[in-house]
């Protein structure tokens, strides 16, 4: 096999572009499902809800998607904690949070979708934005503003997260929760609110990658269930909770979907990202940063 | 005694009486599964449209022997793992009269051995050389790719291609793993056997592929002279921005794109289908050709407007109502609904439908292959508009539909 350096250059490129995609699309995982234990399997079709009201926003005012997806990020937020308190009451303080809450999540995913549809219909939907058919070119190295923008975003995302939970008072109480909520408990915090707290976060990050999903490809409704076992297996990769490792694993996976469809053929792409995730896990079971 | 029975005789002929016309008032009934969610719902709801113009236009002409037509119909979900299912559905426990198959090569085939097994006369929707493994001689297809579809459906991209000046000499071969791409670039390798090309890539890709630019990259590493796509509608869209982010320079790129042909993916790409030579069934450019196509799309763009599909329907809806112009035409002629006998009767006839005169072959497909290689010209911006009025879509093939000659290559005639 031929490695020429424009096109192994250009493959890590397109790689961790697309890992930056990936990150965003699996941080919200990591906090919902490796710290809080919800398996929130709704949360691809959040991602869909950002894509499409990015698209209704842009096709109707005009305005940036990337802009729409900060100024609705709030609601995603005011979303993620309804839907928090919802599931709490109905399933987690019962202690029925294993099967019914993952029906649940199923549920909320496949209402997610018929709204969707209800709505916009079933046609592809894409934003546009000025960026998105702009190359920049720097020697044989290829850089797609359609790429790069999101992938900026994303990272811009996914490093705020990581600071907030590392470096304020109250992403501590939600690494806390994580560790040992009964702990907390018994410290007299107040669980639930951080809990609410944290999953309302996982939510707003959820519809911010839809906004960046939508920069870079067409949608439709149903769309977001090829996406579940992607998320959940950065999720798993990283490490259980480590939003380090959702960042560093959806680039390596990223990588390996690129260095596979230049130089192998696109179709093993899926083998190969998953052969990496069995690899890693059987090697070290919680994950590359997980503890 | 002699008077009970011939009370009960006038009794039993005056039931039989009131009985035949309310028998003869039940509503015949045709039975499908269309995808109205799922990643082809786009097509599958716009081909739905269609059917139920027709169904009005019949009903408004008295229906089909008599009796109003009336669809039992259930989403497939594009998922080709619902189909059998839903045709044992609608047989068993609907009692359909006839079954039709949903939008795409797809679903059609999981519905060919339920359609076998109950010897049912089956009309097919858009499905790309179905029969050749079932060899089923109640089916037919109304996509009009010819009686060798794997061959027909790429004919005027390479008759175009070794037209060109000089000749290509290779090609890349790339498509989606899923049935409609598989069988699309079996027929090309096909066409690259008889041309003599040579093939210096020939790979496929999973369905939800978020980025191209890899694979165009592998594929101009490659420098063919040519790239056939065969494409699902995201891919296409994924695959037209990678070429242009890229820049891949090749003297031909498309093929079997599927998206292009709708209003959607027209809209979103815009100026960047300028270059790309792909297929389409219909265009403004040939509307003469057609002439009762016009009038139905009218009918059609003013329902899907209300409806939120495809506004423009060039692609689809006008052949899935003339599928079910066949399907009437032959009931009518048969006089009954036999299967065997409409099967034989469509294979014996030729039928004046919305989109011309249509023969079937022994194999269940089109007689004469007609669907029109075309490549995209002078598309500014991305309103829906332009696509309405001719000179946009310059159509390379067959023969007597063609309005004028590729433009090549690729990358000069790109944007």
Redesign the interface.
């Known amino acids: 096999m031929?490695f020429?350096t424009a096109?192994v250059l250009?493959?890590i490129i397109?790689?961790l572009?697309?890992g930056g995609?990936y990150a965003a699309m699996s941080v919200g995982v990591s906090i919902s499902f490796g710290m809080l234990d919800v398996v929130n399997i709704a949360h691809p079709g959040f991602i869909i809800l950002g894509s499409y009201i990015a698209y209704i926003v842009n096709a109707r005012l005009g305005f940036d998607p990337i802009a729409v997806g900060i100024v609705v990020s709030p609601l995603f937020f005011a979303l993620g904690m309804a839907l928090y308190r919802v599931y709490y009451l109905c399933f987690e303080r019962r202690g029925q949070e294993s099967l019914r809450g993952l029906a649940f999540f199923f549920g909320i995913l496949f209402i997610t979708?018929?709204a969707l549809?209800l709505v916009?219909?079933?046609?592809?939907?894409?934003v546009?934005a000025a960026y998105q058919?702009t190359?920049m070119r720097l020697g044989p190295v290829?850089f797609?503003m359609?790429?790069v923008v999101p992938f900026l975003v994303a990272m811009a995302m996914v490093i705020g997260v990581e600071i907030f939970l590392t470096r304020t008072f109250f992403g501590r109480a939600v690494l806390a929760v994580a560790q040992d909520s009964l702990a907390l408990r018994l410290m007299g915090v107040d669980t639930l609110r951080v809990k609410e707290f944290a999953f309302a976060l996982s939510i707003a990050t959820a519809g911010m990658a839809g906004v960046l999903?939508v920069v870079?490809?067409?949608v439709?409704?149903?769309?977001g269930r090829?996406?579940i076992g992607?998320v959940f297996a950065v999720c798993v990769l990283g490490g259980m909770g480590s939003i380090r490792g959702t960042l560093v694993g959806a680039l390596i996976l990223g990588l390996a979907?690129?260095?596979t469809?230049?130089?192998a053929?696109?179709?093993w792409?899926?083998a190969v990202s998953f052969g990496i995730l069995l690899g890693t896990l059987a090697f070290k079971p919680s994950g590359l940063f997980g503890r | 005694m002699k008077r009970f029975v011939s009370w009960f005789l006038g009794a039993l002929s005056a039931l039989a009486l009131l009985g035949a016309p309310a028998l003869a008032q039940q509503p015949l009934k045709i039975g499908f599964g269309m995808s109205?969610?799922?990643?082809l719902?786009?097509n599958?709801?716009a081909a739905l449209i269609a059917m139920e113009i027709w169904r009005e236009d019949v009903n408004a002409r008295g229906g089909i022997l008599g009796r109003k037509v009336e669809f039992t119909y259930y989403d497939d979900?594009t998922n080709p793992s619902t189909v059998p299912s839903i045709y044992n559905k609608l047989l068993d426990v609907d009692k359909v009269d006839l079954v039709v198959s949903g939008y795409g090569t797809n679903v059609i085939a999981p519905a060919m051995p339920v359609m076998m097994q109950r010897n049912m006369a089956f009309m097919g929707l858009f499905g790309l050389n179905v029969n050749s493994k079932f060899n089923y001689d109640r089916y037919f297809q109304i996509m009009p790719s010819g009686p060798d579809p794997a061959i027909g459906w790429t004919q005027g991209y390479f008759d175009t291609a070794m037209a060109l000046n000089p000749k290509p000499t290779t090609i890349a071969l790339v498509g989606a793993?899923a049935e409609y791409p598989a069988l699309a670039l079996a027929g090309a390798r096909e066409q690259v056997k008889k041309t003599g090309l040579k093939v210096v890539y020939d790979?496929?890709?999973?369905?939800?592929?978020?980025?191209y630019?890899?694979?165009i990259?592998?594929i101009q590493?490659t420098n063919p002279d040519l790239v056939y796509v065969a494409s699902y509608?995201?891919d296409s869209?994924?695959l037209i921005?990678?070429a242009?982010?890229?820049?891949l320079k090749t003297r031909m790129f498309g093929g079997g794109m599927v998206?292009p042909q709708?209003?959607?993916?027209k809209t979103?790409l815009g100026p960047?289908l300028n270059g790309i030579v792909n297929y389409e069934s219909w265009a403004p450019d040939v509307s003469e050709k057609f002439p009762s196509v016009e009038p139905f799309l009218q009918k059609y763009q003013a329902r899907a407007a209300k409806?939120?599909?495809?506004p423009l329907g060039f692609y689809l809806p006008p052949f899935a109502y003339a599928m079910m112009e066949v399907l009437e035409q032959a009931i009518k002629g048969v006089g009954s609904l036999d299967q065997a006998k409409i099967a034989d009767y469509i294979h014996k006839n030729e039928f004046n439908t919305y989109v011309g005169k249509v023969k079937f072959g022994a194999n269940g497909e089109w007689a004469q292959p007609r669907m029109l290689a075309v490549q995209y010209k002078g598309i500014s911006g991305?309103d829906v508009e332009q696509w309405k009025k001719p000179g946009h879509v310059t159509v390379l093939a067959p023969a007597a539909y063609k309005t004028g000659n590729v433009a090549a290559p690729y990358h000069e005639n790109r944007k």
């Open positions: 031929d020429p096109l250009n493959a397109a790689g572009l697309l995609l979708e018929v549809i916009f219909g079933v046609d592809y939907r894409m546009s058919d190359t290829d797609p359609r790429l999903l870079i490809q067409p439709q409704p149903a769309i090829e996406y992607l979907e690129s260095f469809a230049t130089f053929g696109p179709s792409a899926p | 109205l969610t799922g990643p719902a786009g599958g709801k979900q793993d790979k496929s890709y999973p369905p939800n592929t978020v980025d630019s890899p694979i990259r592998a590493a509608p995201p869209a994924g921005r990678a242009n982010e890229v820049g998206g709708f209003a959607a993916l979103q960047l409806e939120g599909v495809d991305n």
